[in-house]
């Protein structure tokens, strides 16, 4: 079937409409429509060629919500007119020691939504920036939240996990102090997440205009990293801090705000590497800097019903297709509260 997208030709070329194919829906196949999409700063990187790898035409995408369209004749878990979502996973070995334990984001096969290798036309996948994708039903999603909030669920597909998963593997709780770097797409995510798991959260900004925006959020605190007596104030004192930010920063700042035994996580993909750390700032209080990336389909699956439970959705602004080359150069420069969606009613 061939469907309208949007997408680009090259790195150097403005995102713009796209017609491809999907197939059809095989034995255990689900076929949404796509209503919405979220944009991630990912697509970006992806879409011109600043990560390397990059396969052309790119349609990228992979924070989808819709409605089941069609269901293969084994598909045993959703019905035509469901609300799913499908996220950064589409496919994976389905046999390694990751995948048996729900972990097909560390497969090594793992099949991401766009831009890696599949059979299918045009010989790499293709995302969300669509009005319709195909996936074996092991990788679709069950939204539970009111279907007027569809829109605002898009983002926790990449946003919402991404931050969901290193505060439940860290065990995030009662009684941490939790530290979030960064209030933009994944950072005001990781406030909602990590007040709703019960945390004394503290966000961590380079601006004091986003001091009200992140009490808002559900931050306790919020410290202005460029102040030297706000941080004096905070070091030593952190169980858990999580690190957002999508550019190559001084991550000792924030290490020597651990206290001892405490872990500093890095979510933020930035598209050239960070300074090195000091080494004696890890071993002096035995601190753990680490990284994590997305979830595994049964831990995305238990996000949304967590955030469908405590009412959470990411805050959002809705763009038409046309309007997506202009919302990469605003999210370059941190001009979004605090997600792009894509009404991909706007393709037609």
């Given at each position: 079937m061939t469907i309208k997208a949007y997408g680009a030709n090259s790195a150097t070329d403005p995102l713009h409409s796209l017609e491809i194919a999907r197939r059809a829906p095989g034995e255990n196949d689900v076929q949404i429509e796509i209503a919405y999409c979220g944009l991630c700063h990912s697509d970006i990187h992806q879409v011109r060629s600043e990560w390397a790898g990059t396969h052309y035409p790119c349609v990228p995408g992979h924070e989808i919500v819709g409605h089941v369209s069609d269901i293969g004749p084994k598909v045993s878990s959703f019905q035509v007119g469901d609300l799913v979502g499908v996220g950064c996973i589409v496919d994976s070995c389905r046999h390694?020691?990751?995948?048996?334990?729900?972990?097909?984001?560390?497969?090594?096969?793992?099949?991401?939504?766009?831009?890696?290798?599949?059979?299918?036309?045009?010989?790499?996948?293709?995302?969300?920036?669509?009005?319709?994708?195909?996936?074996?039903?092991?990788?679709?999603?069950?939204?539970?939240?009111?279907?007027?909030?569809?829109?605002?669920?898009?983002?926790?597909?990449?946003?919402?996990?991404?931050?969901?998963?290193?505060?439940?593997?860290?065990?995030?709780?009662?009684?941490?102090?939790?530290?979030?770097?960064?209030?933009?797409?994944?950072?005001?995510?990781?406030?909602?997440?990590?007040?709703?798991?019960?945390?004394?959260?503290?966000?961590?900004?380079?601006?004091?205009?986003?001091?009200?925006?992140?009490?808002?959020?559900g931050a306790n605190e919020v410290v202005v990293s460029r102040n030297p007596d706000e941080m004096a104030a905070h070091a030593k004192s952190f169980d858990f801090i999580l690190n957002t930010v999508a550019a190559p920063h001084d991550l000792d700042v924030y290490l020597t705000q651990l206290k001892r035994n405490g872990t500093m996580t890095l979510v933020g993909a930035p598209a050239s590497p960070h300074p090195s750390p000091e080494v004696f700032n890890l071993i002096f209080k035995r601190r753990a800097l680490a990284g994590s990336m997305i979830g595994g389909i049964p831990e995305t699956q238990e996000m949304l019903d967590f955030c469908a439970e405590h009412g959470i959705v990411s805050d959002i602004e809705m763009i038409r297709a046309d309007e997506i080359n202009e919302a990469y150069e605003r999210m370059l420069k941190g001009d979004v509260k605090y997600r792009f969606v894509m009404d991909t009613r706007s393709l037609n």
């Open positions: 390694c020691g990751d995948c048996a334990e729900g972990l097909e984001n560390y497969c090594d096969h793992m099949v991401g939504t766009y831009n890696f290798p599949t059979l299918d036309s045009p010989g790499h996948t293709l995302g969300g920036y669509s009005q319709q994708i195909v996936v074996d039903e092991r990788y679709v999603l069950r939204i539970r939240h009111p279907e007027d909030q569809l829109a605002a669920v898009a983002p926790l597909l990449c946003a919402g996990i991404t931050t969901y998963s290193p505060l439940r593997h860290w065990k995030v709780g009662p009684g941490h102090k939790v530290g979030i770097v960064g209030i933009g797409g994944l950072g005001h995510m990781g406030i909602k997440l990590a007040h709703a798991m019960g945390a004394h959260v503290v966000a961590f900004t380079t601006s004091e205009s986003k001091r009200n925006a992140a009490k808002t959020l």
